[in-house]
């Protein structure tokens, strides 16, 4: 009887001799020593009892932890995160909470995501991208699904999925006060401006067909559409009545009229073709509805008082009617994308360099075929638009891959090996215009080539070319917005972030632009620095 009751302290024991055992070896021979047995008079009958209680219950919580474990990874979606990816440039639907300098998307539709989180047990994690780039990362398998006041239109529906309606919402015809543009009709002849990629542009190129003589002005964001109308460009947008109605309370000199619709339109969740998330969403949606949830945060999001809740409302006056008071709170939100803007600079200036150093010895080394690859790599290059190579690596390679590149990540990649065609030339040329007598004199000393190029050769021809590095990195510098693009909040996304939120254009994007006004001086007064420096010690 002693000994079963005593099964688990022995049990204990012998591991202890085997812990203490890999402890006590001999130097050099590697022979275990002193493995007497433990002697029980160690353990009293209290210490005993309590160490079998305290281990029972550890291996008791374990298994009910397991258990649980189990049962939460038996999730009914099959995945334990889902992605979902937004452009949050568009409130009250989805917008940066800039206050205090947080990078935090809130919104309607991210509420909505964070209830269905909640109820079907997935955790959420959130992407961002330029709206007309959600539908290509949902086909790449970036995203899970896609929330950003999409409508379920019948071409969209061919390449992606939609769950029910979860919002209804109406057009209207945004344009300045007095101008009597309040019907599709009074835009015959006129200039009206929608965002690309919109639900909003197609139903203008229906009104198009209709109504004689409108030309119509496709745009990447509606404050890029309302800055149009302000500055007169344009005569008239069309944008959704929730997202009117902040405009036209920040800008007092715009209104907006609905445009009445015969066919019911709304918002709903986008997923891959075929996916298996439809189903269980639409349950958790139609049961917000029932419960209530959903006309709540309707009643949250959309009341009147959190529109243009940090605009200005003072009359417009002439000219570019600029007050910087109105971005101050938000100063900090904007200052947060300068360290990833010189992360992103310096990544690309090093690696363009190393790998426009490659490219530039595979031209001069006098091998045809490698002369040949190289060539025709930088041609390549420098003859296709960056902003085409940027969406081909961010979206393609994940479906040639199988690997989800992040944005940075893209980005890096994309302006190093555009950069590298550039630098190749530059470097070549410097190079070349070093004098002949250095690798002459180098050669005849038995110096090998590529040390003679490391030593001798590369150390003078950078130096010869450093203005010219430093213009390519005053470049990259600046290209660095177009990262923008594929949702990197860097320091012009910032910008349009700020703007978007409080329905203003100039001023976020001026004080940007003194941003990278002040790096660039700062990265010239640096390279004078060492460029003088390198003269002294000629």
Do not use: C
Not at 150 to 162: A, L
Not at 382 to 400: D, F, H, I, S
Not at 445 to 460: A, E, K, N, S, T
């Amino acid at each position: 009887m002693k000994k079963k009751k005593g099964w688990l302290l022995d049990l204990l024991q012998k591991f202890f001799l085997q812990e203490v055992g890999k402890g006590k070896r001999l130097k050099g021979k590697g022979k275990i020593t002193n493995l007497s047995p433990f002697p029980l008079t160690l353990f009293p009958t209290f210490a005993r009892s309590l160490l079998t209680i305290l281990v029972v219950a550890a291996v008791g919580i374990s298994i009910i932890i397991g258990h649980s474990n189990s049962l939460k990874a038996a999730s009914p979606l099959g995945k334990d995160t889902l992605t979902m990816i937004t452009s949050p440039d568009y409130p009250p639907y989805e917008f940066y909470d800039t206050k205090g300098g947080d990078r935090q998307i809130v919104g309607f539709d991210i509420d909505i995501a964070k209830t269905l989180a909640e109820k079907l047990g997935f955790k959420l994690q959130i992407m961002e991208s330029d709206f007309n780039g959600l539908i290509p990362a949902l086909q790449a398998n970036r995203a899970d699904f896609v929330m950003a006041g999409m409508t379920p239109t019948p071409e969209r529906q061919k390449n992606i999925d939609f769950s029910i309606i979860y919002y209804e919402a109406k057009d209207t015809i945004v344009a300045p006060k007095g101008s009597n543009l309040k019907q599709p009709q009074n835009l015959s002849g006129k200039k009206v401006g929608v965002q690309l990629g919109t639900i909003q542009e197609q139903n203008a190129e229906k009104i198009a067909k209709k109504v004689a003589g409108i030309q119509l002005k496709q745009l990447n964001k509606v404050p890029e559409v309302v800055q149009e109308i302000k500055s007169g460009r344009i005569d008239a947008a069309i944008v959704e009545d929730t997202v009117a109605k902040g405009f036209a309370q920040a800008n007092p000199d715009l209104e907006f009229n609905t445009i009445p619709s015969e066919e019911a339109s709304g918002s709903a969740i986008a997923f891959p073709k075929g996916s298996s998330f439809v189903e269980p969403f639409n349950k958790v949606l139609q049961q917000m509805k029932d419960d209530g949830t959903l006309p709540k945060l309707v009643t949250k999001w959309f009341s009147q008082n959190t529109a243009a809740n940090s605009a200005s409302s003072t009359p417009a006056k002439g000219g570019l009617n600029l007050d910087f008071t109105r971005i101050l709170p938000d100063i900090p939100f904007i200052l947060r994308g300068i360290p990833l803007t010189l992360l992103f600079t310096l990544l690309s200036v090093t690696l363009g360099l190393i790998w426009g150093t490659i490219l530039s010895l595979l031209k001069i080394l006098g091998i045809k075929p490698l002369t040949w690859v190289a060539n025709a790599y930088t041609s390549v290059f420098r003859g296709t638009p960056l902003l085409l190579q940027l969406a081909l690596v961010y979206y393609a390679t994940p479906q040639l891959t199988g690997y989800d590149i992040s944005a940075l990540e893209a980005g890096v990649l994309t302006f190093t090996l555009n950069s590298g065609a550039y630098m190749s030339e530059t470097i070549r040329g410097g190079i070349q215009a070093v004098d002949k007598g250095q690798s002459e004199a180098a050669m005849s000393m038995g110096v090998p080539y590529w040390l003679m190029m490391w030593d001798v050769i590369l150390p003078q021809a950078l130096k010869n070319i450093l203005p010219a590095l430093v213009n390519e990195t005053i470049g990259l510098l600046k290209d660095s917005a177009l990262v923008s693009t594929i949702g990197v909040v860097e320091i012009l996304r910032s910008a349009q972030i700020v703007g978007a939120n409080k329905y203003i254009y100039f001023e976020p994007l001026l004080f940007a632009g003194l941003i990278y006004y002040v790096l660039v001086m700062g990265m010239t007064l640096g390279a004078s620095a060492l460029e003088r420096r390198l003269r002294e010690s000629e």
